[in-house]
């Protein structure tokens, strides 16, 4: 059975949580919100708790060419109007018609992955299944090659890398410049969406780029976009997958239930995403005086809401600490709420749905004997390398 407190993340994960909902942290120099009230009032109030959070965390000089492009038209630290707008346009690419008519295309692929490992006892639950599929309909969303999803993974690891310098209070030298080393790695993604962006603007395609540039996005906000996609679209589907198997193998009746009534299967995504949520935390930045759960927070101070923990608040759901698929209602806030409420979270929802239906009608159950390769940044909740053996159903 996996080892759950192993977990870069497992503070926000296993019920490890702080003695206060709201609480200021010397150290760090920010606010930690771990409540659910708490923390469903400032993502549903963007007028008084900011996504522009970029001045609190600094990377490298901000005259560097790449430093102030990467700072530059960022849709995730927009507010107001600007972020409304642009909003608007790359929503055309996630309304419940065009997600549902991926579904076919969603179970080719996930079929063709499964199907490559029947017959197979043991093999890497990320990089068969959980990594490739959502990489793949990402990639085919934005119009960019699948054949280079192994790139794409390289320079996701590359900007987690980069980002290594948020997790100190005060970073040595050696931190930055690591940090800075792995950001110039990453660079070519930049140039790469930026070629892929002008080849649109001479030959459109049907694809999002092409949306975007008919737009009339700004390049760099084109960029972003891609980035954002390709990075955080796939990254949080593929957590999801796997940490599904490892809520599976923790607790076998729920595989057999699920089995028995695919009706459960999308309550047992639910849960997953509720009990071990892919992104364990998420900021925000009060624009001004504010009060949040009784204590008064100045303007201008930074908001750690960790979502993690937020998602097993006992004040919000019966036995946090049980995993019920059939939890009725399941509010949680994986993919946050209000103006920033997760774009892809429909599409997510449905790849895990169809990937495992897949799972439960072509492959035994898959256990956990090996343990799991997590991923080193507190920023991201699950498993990087999941090795599982199949057994099949009535072996012992």
């Known amino acids: 059975m996996t080892d759950w407190n192993a977990h870069p993340a497992h503070f926000w994960m296993h019920g490890h949580r702080p003695a206060k909902t709201v609480e200021f942290a010397e150290q760090t120099g920010f606010w930690t919100v771990s409540g659910y009230s708490e923390t469903h009032q400032i993502l549903s109030d963007p007028v008084t708790y900011a996504s522009d959070i970029g001045r609190f965390f600094p990377q490298g000089d901000n005259n560097d060419p790449l430093v102030k492009q990467l700072s530059e038209g ?61 990489i793949s309909v990402i990639a085919e969303l934005l119009g960019v090659p699948v054949s280079d999803r192994d790139l794409f993974v390289y320079w996701a690891d590359k900007l987690l890398e980069s980002k290594n310098i948020y997790h100190e209070a005060e970073p040595s030298q050696d931190v930055q410049a690591a940090s800075m080393a792995a950001l110039r790695e990453f660079a070519p993604m930049v140039d790469y969406l930026n070629q ?64 028995e009534n695919r009706s459960l299967v999308p309550g047992l995504i639910e849960e997953s995403l509720r009990f071990v949520s892919p992104v364990p935390a998420i900021f925000r930045a009060t624009a001004v005086d504010t009060e949040i759960g009784g204590h008064a927070v100045p303007a201008d101070q930074l908001l750690m809401l960790a979502l993690g923990a937020v998602n097993r608040d006992p004040r919000q759901f019966a036995d946090p600490e049980v995993f019920d698929i059939t939890r009725d209602p399941n509010p949680h806030l994986a993919f946050g709420r209000g103006a920033h409420f997760c774009l892809g979270a429909p599409l997510a929802r449905l790849e895990g749905r169809i990937a495992m239906n897949i799972l439960f009608d072509r492959l035994g159950d898959l256990r956990i004997e090996t343990p799991p390769v997590f991923h080193p940044s507190p920023e991201m909740c699950g498993p990087r390398h999941l090795p599982v053996k199949q057994v099949q159903r009535g072996d012992s």
């Open 196 to 259: 892929h962006t002008a080849e649109r603007r001479r030959q459109p395609r049907e694809d999002l780029l092409t949306v975007l540039v008919q737009a009339d996005m700004p390049d760099n906000e084109i960029t972003h976009f891609g980035i954002l996609l390709l990075f955080a679209g796939h990254v949080t589907t593929t957590l999801l997958l796997a940490s599904t198997i490892m809520c599976l193998d923790r607790y076998p009746d729920v595989t057999r239930q699920v089995r």
């Open 74 to 134: 960022n849709i995730l630290q927009m507010d107001g109007v600007a972020h409304r707008d642009r909003r608007r346009v790359v929503s055309r690419a996630f309304t419940p018609k065009i997600v549902a008519a991926m579904e076919p295309r969603i179970a080719k692929l996930a079929g063709d992955l499964v199907d490559g490992l029947v017959g197979r006892d043991e093999f890497d639950f990320v990089s068969e299944v959980a990594y490739p599929l959502p």
